[in-house]
């Protein structure tokens, strides 16, 4: 064997290494964040209210809450998966505790990232039939299940309407809610609300991006696992 074809496998093999070991560094970052409120779950207080207001956010918590925050969320977007995992049942507990009221603004720009091309555009409908009822608890369930264990991969299969009002059943739902998203309801209004959080989201941050967490025009580094806290002592 040459020397050259020596080093050329040598150097393939060390290149091997780096990529197992950036790998493994990476898994290991990942799986070190601590899960915020752990065991807490999704909101619980029947006192929660949520509203679909007329730009198309959706507000979660109680009338008198200390403090709102925009939550800009793309279904299909896996850090909003992330967000969600890591601290979702902590706002949970801050809603239920009046201290934290959410404004999801749920946006569609990797509707063609799905299979059908059109999921995003579908599940922000479904949160929006959801939200259209007005149960707090039941719609912080639905959205937890569809941002967790329940959120299709990027560049693979997605939930069809009749899945998503299954999800919606299960958090509670009642029929004509699930009947709203079986049958695509408020997929035209979820499109133009969409296309509307997205233009305000560019003009607050420069860009589109998922998440995007705004403290009125704050926005937050979701990067220190300590912002609820400092968002909502």
Not at 32 to 49: I, M, R, T, W
Not at 63 to 84: F, Q, R, W
Not at 122 to 138: I, S, T
Not at 176 to 198: F, L, P, W, Y
């Amino acid at each position: 064997m040459s020397s050259r074809t020596t080093y050329a496998l040598g150097g393939v093999a060390l290149l091997v290494i780096v990529l197992i070991v950036v790998l493994v560094v990476r898994w290991n970052s990942d799986h070190s964040l601590k899960v915020q409120g752990d065991g807490y779950g999704p909101v619980h207080d029947p006192a929660v209210s949520v509203l679909l207001d007329s730009d198309g956010a959706i507000v979660l918590g109680k009338a008198n809450a200390a403090k709102t925050i925009d939550v800009y969320e793309d279904p299909m977007c896996p850090n909003c998966g992330s967000l969600e995992h890591l601290y979702g049942q902590l706002i949970a507990q801050k809603i239920d505790q009046g201290k934290l009221a959410v404004r999801y603004r749920l946006v569609n720009f990797l509707d063609q990232k799905s299979g059908s091309k059109d999921y995003s555009t579908r599940a922000v409908a479904a949160n929006e039939c959801v939200a259209d009822a007005g149960n707090g608890p039941v719609y912080s369930k639905f959205h937890t299940a569809l941002f967790t264990t329940k959120q299709p991969s990027e560049n693979g299969g997605d939930l069809g309407n009749e899945q998503l009002a299954a999800i919606a059943a299960e958090a509670g739902a009642p029929a004509e809610v699930q009947q709203c998203i079986t049958k695509g309801q408020r997929v035209d209004s979820a499109r133009n609300h969409a296309q509307s959080a997205m233009t305000t989201l560019k003009a607050a941050v420069g860009e589109v991006r998922t998440p995007t967490v705004l403290d009125g025009s704050n926005d937050l580094n979701l990067n220190d696992s300590g912002w609820v806290d400092k968002v909502a002592p």
